[in-house]
Each structure stands twice: as C-alpha cells, then as structure tokens.
C-alpha cells in the first residue's frame, strides 16, 4: 500500500551555508552589495548572528563606510569567525555574488511557502472556519509566499506609460516653480540640444586630451549646477580641494592667478569672490581613488541629500581593487564605467567622467571621434553622453564636440571661449558638421567628416 504523506514530513529547507555564503560574497566584493540588497534584506536569515552581521553590513554601506572582512570581525568578534570566515574560500566574483544571492532569496521563498502551506491548512481543518474564511485565506497565503521583498517582474506597457505621464506631471510641476528635473549645462545650445540638460541616470563622459581643458570645463558644469540648487559631489583624483578650490577663485574674475602667487591678494576682491562662491553647496572629495570608495561615498552623499549631480576626474585614475582576475586594461575600463552607469541609474543621478583621449587624434590634428576614447569601446558603449574638447590654439577657442546624445543631436560643436586664466569659459557661435545639423534628424549612416568640411 502507497504510505500517505502528510506536509509536516517535507524536510525543511536549509539555508544556513548560503546564508553565510553571501555575506562573504558581499564582504569579499563590496561593488556589488548595491545589487545584493535588492535581492534579500536581514529576514532572509535564518539566525541572530547573520542577521546581525547582515545590518552591520547594511549600515556601513549606507553610511558609505568600508565593510571589509578586518572592520565587520573587528566589531561582531566570535561569531564572525564561527559563521562566516569558512566562506572566504569560494567568495567572489559578480556572477557568483549574484547566484549566491539568488539562491538564498530562492531558499527563503521555500522557507515561507512551507510555513504558509503549513498555515493555510490549519486554517482549512479548523471546524470553526467557513467555506469563506477558506478562501479568504488563500490571499494570506500568496501574501505570505511573496514576503517583503518581492521579485522584480516585468513591468506592462500601460504601468509604464503611466510612470512617463507621472514624469511629465512632475515635471510641469518643477516648471510651475521656476525649477527642473534636469541640471543645465550654463551653455545654452548645449542645453538646448540635451533637451534642457542632464537627466538623472545619465553617465555622461567629458574628453579631452591633456592639458586641454577637461577639468576647468568641469568646473564651470559644476558651479553651474550647484548655482540651481544643486548640490554637487566633486571626486578629484588628480588635484587637491585647494587646487581646484583656486581654480574656482580665478574663475570669478575677481582675484588673478599671479596675484595670488606674489602675494599681492587686493582683500576687497578676494573677499567678492569667496562671497559668490562660499553658498555653493559644492563638495570635494580628493582623497578616495578605489571605485569601491567612489560608490560608497557617492552612495552615502545621495542618501545625505548632499549630492544631485557627481563629478569624476578621471577615469584613468580610478584604482582597480574590485577584480584582481583582471589583467586586462580594457577589462578594468569596462567594469569601472558598467559599475558607474548602473550607480547613475540606481541613485537617480547623472554622473560626469572625465577621461583621456588617445593621441592618434592631436598627431592627425583633426577633430576628435568616438574611436578615439582611450583604453575601451565600453566607455562609448556605457555613456549616455559624450563631449569632446578639441583646442583651437591659433583661433584662442575649444570646439565642445557633442559625439553621443542619446535623446538628441550628435556631431556639432559648442564654441568655448576661455578667459585669460582658462578657469571660465563664454560661449560662441555653435558649429555644426555638415551631415548632422542640429536641427534635422540623426542618421544612422555610419560616414565621416573633419573640420575641412564646416561651413
């Protein structure tokens, strides 16, 4: 005879060694916890310890502090090495983080079927019960399966039709005070052809090779966005805070770079430019050189309210500690600019990454292409924008090249116009390559132009 079975004799589901997996996943790569959270939350843990482990975890990324494996055993002790030091050996890695993950949120979703099911069936033998408290409870039931945290689906058409129009609203809304959703640029027909500036989400990538200009336009873009209200998360990797903080003095106009290296600072003027330039909710980070820090510091500040818009200079500078299977220059440049692009998208900010071009383009002097970002194709492929600055020295003006807009016209030419210290820039008469003019549609026909063939 076939033995009967009854739900309690289903073996209940273990978790327990990937519970401890995971936190070693996340700890041995922190790039990825940004991922990881939106998959599990402490609840998936089935024992005090790791769940305590996992909202140290959890609070240090959110403040933007370090949580490697010395600092999270330094403040748990015991129970760090007992859970989770065995884990070490087989942690790592972005597709086994995420496997990992999926996984325990996979054994958690059994976890609560099992106690559910469990539920449902009392509830079903219990005589007191109608037929309509039977099938109201199969409501409870799918509830409970789901948990907190449910899976991201795939979203219908009408859902996100409707998320536009809330979009739009928000934005007559903004329009209606005086304000925007997106950052301007300061210079009007580049704001023009970005639909009215940077958008939030956007990896936008400013070009150039050195000693050109990159850091003094950024400058300009970040003064500019922190003049709307915006504040500002700048990370230089190359300059120190009073370096570009005397960048941003001469940009004024008000105080001249000999001035300050003579020592002949008139104080009235000084005093003018730091009265213009003190209220600007500007921040300037040139201390963390990790991406691992960059992330989390730019996590912290968003959080914070101290950041609506990031700055990066530069791209090449950027330490690679994330993927020491990387060998590759290549490699680490793709990782770095795919892990900035989905913080964008994550934190709901545009973020602005200075890089280098190659040389191939001051050697043939001709205007610069997509082709000539330096080290990766990935760096085009991630970006949402692309400018390139090309220096006319005979002419005293920077030809901006907008190269890659995804929303709007690509291959012209902003006109800069550099004061005497090349801190500020004017803006002059757009230029406009013949085969995509401003205000016509882009083609996709993949041709080729210099500046022989400007009007």
Same mark, same amino acid.
């Given at each position: 005879?076939?033995?009967?079975?009854?739900?309690?004799?289903?073996?209940?589901?273990?978790?327990?060694?990937?519970?401890?997996?995971?936190?070693?996943?996340?700890?041995?790569?922190?790039?990825?916890?940004?991922?990881?959270?939106?998959?599990?939350?402490?609840?998936?843990?089935?024992? =005090?310890?790791?769940?305590?482990?996992?909202?140290?975890?959890?609070?240090?990324?959110?403040? +933007?502090?370090?949580?490697?494996?010395?600092?999270?055993?330094?403040?748990?002790?015991?129970?760090?090495?007992? @859970?989770? /030091?065995?884990?070490?050996?087989?942690?790592?890695?972005? %597709?086994? %983080?995420?496997?990992? *993950?999926?996984?325990?949120?996979?054994?958690? *979703?059994?976890?609560?079927?099992?106690? *559910?099911?469990?539920?449902?069936?009392?509830?079903?033998?219990?005589?007191?019960?109608?037929?309509?408290?039977?099938?109201?409870?199969?409501?409870? /039931?799918?509830?409970?399966?789901?948990?907190?945290?449910?899976?991201?689906?795939?979203?219908?058409?009408?859902?996100?039709?409707?998320?536009?129009? @809330?979009?739009?609203?928000?934005?007559?809304?903004?329009? @209606?005070?005086?304000?925007?959703?997106?950052?301007?640029?300061?210079?009007?027909?580049?704001?023009?052809?970005?639909?009215?500036?940077?958008? !939030?989400?956007?990896?936008?990538?400013?070009?150039?090779?050195?000693?050109?200009?990159?850091?003094?336009?950024?400058?300009?873009?970040?003064?500019?966005?922190?003049?709307?209200?915006? $504040?500002?998360?700048?990370?230089?990797?190359?300059?120190?805070?009073? @370096?570009?903080?005397?960048?941003?003095?001469?940009?004024?106009?008000?105080?001249? !770079?000999?001035?300050?290296?003579?020592?002949?600072?008139?104080?009235?003027?000084?005093?003018?430019?730091?009265?213009?330039?003190? !209220?600007? =909710?500007?921040?300037?980070?040139?201390?963390?050189?990790? /991406?691992?820090?960059?992330?989390?510091?730019?996590?912290?500040?968003?959080?914070? +309210?101290?950041?609506?818009?990031?700055?990066?200079?530069?791209?090449?500078?950027?330490?690679?500690?994330?993927?020491?299977?990387?060998?590759?220059?290549?490699?680490?440049?793709?990782?770095?600019?795919?892990?900035?692009?989905? %913080? *964008?998208?994550?934190? +709901?900010?545009?973020?602005?990454?200075?890089?280098?071009?190659?040389?191939?383009?001051?050697?043939?002097?001709?205007?610069?292409?997509?082709?000539?970002?330096?080290?990766?194709?990935?760096?085009?492929?991630?970006?949402?924008?692309?400018?390139?600055?090309?220096?006319?020295?005979?002419?005293?003006?920077?030809?901006?090249?907008?190269?890659?807009?995804?929303? +709007? $016209?690509?291959?012209?030419? /902003? %006109?800069?116009? $550099?004061?005497?210290?090349?801190?500020?820039?004017?803006?002059?008469?757009?230029?406009?390559?013949?085969?995509?003019?401003?205000?016509?549609?882009?083609?996709?026909?993949?041709?080729?132009?210099?500046?022989?063939?400007?009007?």
């Amino acid at each position: 005879m076939k033995p009967q079975y009854i739900i309690r004799d289903i073996p209940f589901p273990e978790t327990e060694g990937m519970e401890r997996q995971v936190i070693a996943d996340v700890i041995q790569s922190p790039y990825m916890m940004g991922d990881v959270q939106q998959l599990i939350h402490k609840g998936f843990f089935t024992n =005090p310890d790791r769940q305590s482990i996992w909202e140290l975890i959890e609070d240090h990324y959110n403040k +933007g502090l370090s949580f490697d494996m010395q600092t999270i055993a330094a403040e748990i002790g015991k129970p760090f090495f007992d @859970e989770i /030091l065995p884990g070490f050996s087989d942690a790592g890695g972005t %597709v086994s %983080v995420i496997q990992h *993950a999926a996984l325990l949120r996979t054994g958690a *979703a059994r976890r609560r079927a099992y106690c *559910a099911a469990i539920s449902f069936l009392e509830n079903a033998m219990n005589p007191k019960n109608t037929e309509e408290d039977i099938l109201s409870s199969t409501e409870t /039931l799918s509830r409970l399966v789901e948990g907190e945290a449910p899976l991201m689906t795939e979203k219908k058409l009408a859902h996100g039709i409707s998320d536009v129009k @809330e979009e739009a609203q928000k934005i007559k809304s903004l329009k @209606e005070q005086g304000k925007t959703i997106r950052i301007p640029t300061g210079f009007h027909y580049l704001d023009d052809c970005l639909n009215k500036g940077f958008k !939030p989400g956007q990896l936008i990538i400013l070009a150039a090779r050195p000693s050109v200009g990159k850091t003094a336009v950024m400058l300009q873009l970040a003064k500019t966005a922190a003049d709307s209200d915006n $504040p500002v998360l700048l990370f230089s990797l190359e300059m120190t805070c009073p @370096e570009l903080c005397e960048r941003l003095i001469f940009s004024t106009g008000e105080v001249q !770079p000999y001035q300050l290296a003579n020592g002949d600072i008139e104080w009235q003027a000084f005093a003018l430019a730091e009265d213009i330039l003190s !209220p600007l =909710p500007i921040y300037i980070n040139d201390f963390s050189r990790s /991406l691992d820090e960059i992330v989390s510091r730019l996590t912290r500040a968003v959080k914070q +309210g101290r950041c609506k818009i990031a700055f990066i200079d530069y791209l090449g500078l950027i330490q690679d500690t994330l993927n020491p299977g990387y060998n590759k220059l290549y490699q680490i440049i793709a990782k770095i600019t795919g892990e900035l692009k989905a %913080v *964008a998208k994550r934190l +709901g900010i545009p973020i602005v990454l200075l890089c280098q071009l190659n040389r191939d383009q001051a050697r043939e002097k001709r205007a610069p292409e997509l082709f000539d970002l330096r080290d990766s194709g990935s760096i085009e492929q991630d970006a949402d924008i692309v400018i390139m600055l090309e220096p006319r020295y005979d002419e005293g003006r920077i030809f901006a090249w907008l190269r890659k807009n995804r929303n +709007g $016209p690509r291959d012209v030419a /902003l %006109v800069l116009v $550099p004061n005497k210290t090349y801190s500020a820039f004017e803006e002059g008469l757009p230029v406009q390559e013949l085969r995509t003019p401003c205000n016509e549609p882009v083609s996709n026909k993949d041709d080729t132009g210099d500046l022989n063939d400007l009007p």
